[in-house]
C-alpha cells in the first residue's frame, strides 16, 4: 500500500513534531522522548512510518535524522502550519473581517504575524484609544502609520509624538484627508510643518489600518460590511514588524507626497 507523505507529516501530530524537532538536527530515540515529553510506547510506532515513508532515516550513531526528501518537506511545514496557527487562534475574527486590502504576496505570507494577540475593545472606553496601544505608540521612535479612517482622538497622539521628535511617516486616504482638512486644518498644519513628518495622500480606498513602529505593529480590519469594530491585531515579532512595514511601503509606493495646504 502506498505510503501518503501528507498523511505521514501532518495526519499524526507526533508524527509532525519529530518532523520539527529532527530540522534542529540529528536526534537520539532517548533525545526526542525527552525533547517532546512522550514514552516510547507513544513514539516509537510513528517513527517507524517515518523511517518506512523515507521521510527519516537512522545513521550507524543510532540518531535519527532527516532524509533528503524529509529536509524538503520539513522546509516547507513550518510556514504551512504557523499560517494555519494565524488562523485559527482567532478563527472567527479572520473569517469575518474583509482583509482583501493585504495584497497577495502578503497574504501568502501572513504567518510572519508570528505570535500576534487580539486586542478586544473596553465596552467602557470603546472611542477611546486602548491604552496599551498608546503606550507603546508614545514611547516609539519611528513611526508608520496608514489612516483609512479618521479618529480625531489620534490627532493629539501624533502631534505628542512631533513634540516629542519621533520620525512619522503617514498615509491618509483621500476622504481622511478631506476630513482633516476641513475640520482640523491647524492639526494637520502642525503634522506637515514638522520636520520629523512626511505625509501622503492615497486614492484607493482601502479597509484597512496598519501601523508599525520600532516597538510593535497593529493592523486593523473592518468587518465584512464595512464597518469598524475596533479589534486590531497586535504583534512585537520582528518578523511582524517587517510585514507590516511592508504593508505600509506597499501603500506608500502607490502614494502622493503631501508638500503643502
Given at each position: 500500500m502506498k505510503?501518503?507523505?501528507i498523511?505521514?507529516?501532518?495526519?499524526?501530530?507526533?508524527?509532525?513534531?519529530?518532523?520539527l524537532?529532527?530540522?534542529?538536527?540529528?536526534?537520539?530515540?532517548?533525545?526526542?522522548?525527552?525533547?517532546?515529553?512522550?514514552?516510547?510506547t507513544?513514539?516509537?510506532?510513528?517513527?517507524?512510518?517515518?523511517?518506512e515513508?523515507?521521510?527519516?532515516?537512522?545513521?550507524?550513531?543510532s540518531?535519527?535524522r532527516?532524509?533528503?526528501?524529509?529536509?524538503?518537506?520539513?522546509?516547507k511545514?513550518?510556514?504551512?502550519?504557523n499560517?494555519?496557527?494565524?488562523?485559527?487562534?482567532n478563527?472567527?475574527?479572520?473569517?469575518?473581517?474583509?482583509f482583501?486590502?493585504?495584497?497577495?504576496?502578503?497574504?501568502?505570507?501572513?504567518?510572519?504575524?508570528?505570535?500576534?494577540?487580539?486586542l478586544?475593545?473596553?465596552?467602557?472606553?470603546?472611542?477611546?484609544?486602548?491604552?496599551?496601544?498608546?503606550?507603546?505608540?508614545?514611547?516609539?521612535?519611528?513611526?508608520?502609520?496608514f489612516?483609512?479612517?479618521?479618529?480625531?482622538?489620534?490627532?493629539?497622539?501624533?502631534?505628542?509624538?512631533?513634540k516629542?521628535e519621533?520620525?512619522?511617516?503617514?498615509?491618509?486616504?483621500?476622504?481622511?484627508?478631506?476630513?482633516?482638512?476641513?475640520?482640523?486644518?491647524?492639526?494637520?498644519?502642525?503634522?506637515?510643518?514638522?520636520?520629523?513628518?512626511?505625509?501622503?495622500?492615497?486614492?484607493?480606498?482601502?479597509t484597512?489600518?496598519?501601523?508599525?513602529?520600532?516597538?510593535?505593529?497593529?493592523?486593523?480590519?473592518?468587518?465584512?460590511?464595512?464597518?469598524?469594530d475596533?479589534?486590531?491585531?497586535?504583534?512585537?515579532d520582528?518578523?511582524a514588524?517587517?510585514?507590516?512595514?511592508?504593508l505600509?511601503?506597499?501603500?506608500?509606493?502607490?502614494?502622493?507626497?503631501?508638500e503643502?495646504?
Amino acid at each position: 500500500m502506498k505510503i501518503s507523505l501528507i498523511d505521514l507529516a501532518f495526519l499524526s501530530e507526533k508524527r509532525t513534531n519529530v518532523l520539527l524537532l529532527l530540522e534542529e538536527g540529528p536526534k537520539t530515540g532517548d533525545e526526542i522522548k525527552t525533547a517532546l515529553n512522550v514514552s516510547s510506547t507513544s513514539i516509537m510506532p510513528q517513527i517507524k512510518k517515518l523511517k518506512e515513508g523515507n521521510l527519516i532515516l537512522q545513521g550507524e550513531d543510532s540518531k535519527y535524522r532527516l532524509s533528503e526528501m524529509g529536509e524538503i518537506v520539513v522546509e516547507k511545514m513550518g510556514p504551512l502550519l504557523n499560517t494555519v496557527r494565524v488562523f485559527e487562534e482567532n478563527y472567527d475574527y479572520w473569517i469575518n473581517h474583509d482583509f482583501s486590502g493585504i495584497p497577495e504576496h502578503l497574504l501568502n505570507r501572513i504567518d510572519e504575524l508570528g505570535n500576534y494577540f487580539l486586542l478586544e475593545p473596553d465596552l467602557n472606553r470603546l472611542f477611546e484609544v486602548p491604552e496599551d496601544f498608546k503606550k507603546n505608540l508614545l514611547e516609539s521612535r519611528r513611526v508608520m502609520t496608514f489612516f483609512s479612517f479618521f479618529h480625531p482622538l489620534y490627532l493629539d497622539l501624533y502631534s505628542e509624538l512631533v513634540k516629542k521628535e519621533a520620525e512619522m511617516f503617514l498615509i491618509l486616504t483621500e476622504p481622511v484627508f478631506e476630513r482633516m482638512k476641513k475640520d482640523y486644518n491647524e492639526d494637520l498644519r502642525f503634522l506637515l510643518e514638522s520636520k520629523n513628518t512626511k505625509i501622503y495622500i492615497c486614492d484607493k480606498n482601502i479597509t484597512l489600518k496598519n501601523v508599525v513602529t520600532d516597538r510593535f505593529c497593529s493592523v486593523l480590519l473592518f468587518d465584512r460590511k464595512g464597518k469598524f469594530d475596533h479589534q486590531r491585531l497586535i504583534s512585537f515579532d520582528e518578523s511582524a514588524l517587517k510585514w507590516c512595514e511592508e504593508l505600509f511601503m506597499y501603500y506608500k509606493n502607490m502614494s502622493i507626497p503631501l508638500e503643502n495646504l
